[in-house]
């Protein structure tokens, strides 16, 4: 009897502190729900306590057209912008001294293929600044040999500097036509007269034209397998077809932003070889806010995705027009570009979250926005002004309080003013 009044005691025990601890457990998911809740409640009231929207001249209304999403217009439809600068920050300029003052002296390369099909040659470059595995090589002297062997050390030079060794090249005036051809994508694109695709062997015949005092007669080399090239009688045709493109095309072509320069590497008795280096764009400075804000790229600081809508005054009108309208996943950083006639946002851009007005940011220059400047949920990471160009990086103004006299007239009127 005993035995089974503690038994039935144990079970009466374990079952309460079941209980409790499923008690505890609700009321802690119950607690994180709730902390949730009033997290979204903030993200809709933090601002707008400080920015209504309501504000007299600055109030923003609607009409049938606010909800259309305006793109802004291209340049050839109408849209002005009034300063020189602004397009020359705009516009990427190639760096190409930048790109020649980072090339190394020398580097160690391993031909890993020859013949095809996408190039003359594919090589590894394991450290610096040219380092890239299968890379594309083109062969630059037609008498000299290279096979698929290494490691080899090979001397670097751009193929634009006045530095290359004479011993090099018979016809080194014409590497503005080889970087011409090396940028046109040749291989794999049919031919403009129906004669067929052109393939690695084409483009090598017409650099070994243009860089050297001959060239090869049987090509056995230009095919893979090998020696089948006088079999195709289109051959030669497609290879003088580019010589002929880069002849009319390419006289003192300098390739630009994205585009690629030839790299010239020269071995020690082996064949010199050019590979392709993108040409990167100069890094713009960056200018005070000047004029009216015309672009912004922001990040969405928020854990939860939510539905953002930006507008801005269309012209000078208190109506409103949507520039932005996407659902924003946390982290994700998007770009909103101004739709008046200049291109700008004009004083503000009014931001929505879901469907609520959630705070509006100054665009008119009045405060120097860039990266770093923080409104809510929405940090700034770049942007442009009409007339000053890319905004450099916010710096937050020091808080202070200052305290002096002021006196009208008579001492008895001397009173301290707070600023």
Known sequence: MKKNL??????????FSCQNESTEAEEQQQTAFEAEI???????????????????????????????????P??????????????QSTQCEADIEGLVASLPESVTLTTTSKRGPDAYFTL?????YLAGNEQLAWCADID??????????????????????????AQPENLDLVNWILNQDYVGKQSPNESGVYTFGHVQWAIWELLNSYNCNICENLTNPTGTWRYD?????????????????????????????????????KQPLIIMKEVPSKEQECDDCEGDVDQLTMEFDWHRAKRVRIYQKKENTCWGAKVFDKV???????????????????????????????????????????PGYEKGVFNVISGTSTHGGELCEYIKPEQRCYRHWSCYYYYKSCRYKKH
């Open 6 to 15: 503690l038994l039935l005691l144990g079970v009466a025990v374990m079952f």
């Open 38 to 72: 009033a997290a979204e409640a903030d993200i809709l009231t933090s601002e707008i306590e400080v920015a209504g929207i309501d504000e007299g001249d600055d109030a923003l209304q609607m009409n049938a057209e606010s909800e259309i999403l305006v793109k802004r």
């Open 74 to 87: 291209s340049k050839n439809s109408g849209l002005t912008f009034s300063t020189a600068s602004k397009s």
């Open 124 to 128: 590894d470059i394991v450290d610096g």
């Open 144 to 169: 000299l040999n290279l096979e698929v062997e290494g490691p080899l050390d090979f001397d670097v030079y751009s193929s634009y500097g006045d530095n290359i060794p004479e011993t090099v090249f």
């Open 233 to 269: 009688s289109t051959n030669l045709k497609k290879a003088q077809e580019i010589l002929q493109a880069a002849l009319e095309n390419g006289e003192g072509y300098t390739p630009g932003c994205g585009e690629k320069i030839g790299v010239v590497l020269v071995p020690d008795g």
């Open 328 to 370: 924003l996943q946390p982290g994700e950083e998007f770009s909103i570009e101004g739709v008046n006639h200049d291109g700008s946002f004009g004083k503000y851009v009014y931001i929505y979250i879901d469907n609520c007005y959630y705070t509006k940011i100054k665009t008119n220059c009045y405060l120097n926005i860039g």
